[in-house]
């Protein structure tokens, strides 16, 4: 069991910062992998950037350069630091943790925390 919250979400005006933060209730190192997803309206949730207890990181195209995942282990946080904000990255940001026990995969989610960057 992983319970995340998020925090970090507000409103920002086109081309600027936000950084959200996932908060685990357990330690993060062990956990396979620690991601951000994002759901705007009308649109299907999708990975925005995710990073590995390896520290490999996979980012989303429309967010390359822009975005960068970090963990902070001893913290047990994940850090999502967003620069040059869009209006089209305005969406609900959720946390996620993953774990494989047993050849199954658990997902854990936090309750998300709105971005809204306006034009």
């Known amino acids: 069991q992983v319970q995340l919250v998020e925090s970090g979400g507000g409103l920002v005006q086109a081309g600027g910062s936000l950084r959200l933060s996932c908060a685990a209730s357990?330690?993060?190192?062990?956990?396979?992998?620690m991601a951000w997803y994002r759901q705007a309206p009308g649109k299907q949730r999708e990975l925005v950037a995710s990073?590995?207890?390896?520290?490999?990181?996979n980012y989303a195209e429309s967010v390359k350069g822009r975005f960068t995942i970090s963990r902070d282990n001893a913290k047990n946080t994940v850090y999502l630091q967003m620069s040059s904000l869009k209006p089209e990255d305005t969406a609900v940001y959720y946390c996620?943790?993953?774990?494989?026990?047993?050849?199954?995969?658990?997902?854990?989610w936090g309750q998300g925390t709105q971005v809204t960057v306006s034009s």
């Open positions: 996620n943790a993953q774990t494989v026990v047993l050849a199954t995969r658990y997902n854990y």
């Open positions: 357990r330690s993060i190192f062990r956990i396979a992998t």
């Open positions: 990073i590995t207890s390896g520290s490999t990181t």
